[in-house]
């Protein structure tokens, strides 16, 4: 995908929210793309939206002999982030999230982080205001516990395929992918929805019935 377009469409997603992107993924009959509720943000008022950059990580136990290996796959993944990405980690135990991390993602125009595993430095994260979601936090660091093995190849995060180019978008609901392929039908969907529901949220804070706001509408 041509990255103006990307960009265009990670535009159109970040107007939208978790719940409606979902439903209309629902619509076109994917119905499991929602990830798991245990990953939740670090601080209530994170919101992502961006295009999977995916990074597979393995539990191990021990540190690397070779300094030179410390660390390595997670500093060659942060250093190949692009603008509009978000990286998505794949299952692990441990915690693979720091503040330094997201200090660098920022500079190279990344717009949040996606952990199915812990992250630490969660303060400095929030007062940071780079959106990370995880399913817990953890002071223990990933040297010797968690090495990043891979980038850039189908994972699966919270109980979701993952691949890269997929759309992302993450609030205090959840995080939802939409598979790229059927990107531009779920937003144009979930963008007409929206439409929909500013209408029937103004007849039913007017006093309209629900069952005849959707009778009407058909949104609810």
Not at 134 to 159: N, Y
Not at 171 to 197: F, I, M, S, T, W
Request: aromatic letters at 4%; a negative charge.
């Amino acid at each position: 995908m041509p990255d103006s377009q990307a960009s265009a469409l990670v535009t159109r997603l970040e107007r939208l929210y978790t719940g409606v992107v979902s439903d209309c993924l629902d619509a076109v009959g994917i119905r499991g793309n929602v990830m798991s509720a245990a990953i939740r943000p670090v601080y209530p008022a994170a919101r992502l939206a961006g295009i999977a950059a995916t990074v597979h990580a393995t539990d191990v136990d021990g540190v690397p002999a070779d300094p030179a290996d410390h660390y390595k796959g997670i500093i060659a993944a942060v250093d190949a982030l692009r603008p509009d990405e978000v990286m998505v980690v794949s299952t692990t135990r441990g915690s693979v999230w720091g503040e330094l991390m997201a200090t660098a993602s920022r500079y190279r125009g990344a717009r949040g982080v996606v952990v199915d595993g812990h992250t630490r430095d969660v303060t400095a994260l929030a007062e940071l205001g780079f959106p990370t979601f995880c399913t817990g936090m953890s002071a223990a660091d990933s040297l010797g516990r968690v090495e990043i093995t891979a980038a850039g190849i189908p994972i699966e995060c919270g109980g979701v395929a993952v691949r890269p180019g997929d759309l992302v978008i993450g609030d205090y609901d959840g995080v939802v992918v939409v598979p790229h392929e059927v990107a531009d039908e779920v937003l144009a969907r979930a963008e007409q929805k929206v439409a929909g529901e500013n209408v029937v949220r103004a007849k039913l804070a007017a006093g309209m019935p629900v069952a005849e706001a959707f009778r009407e509408y058909g949104v609810i």
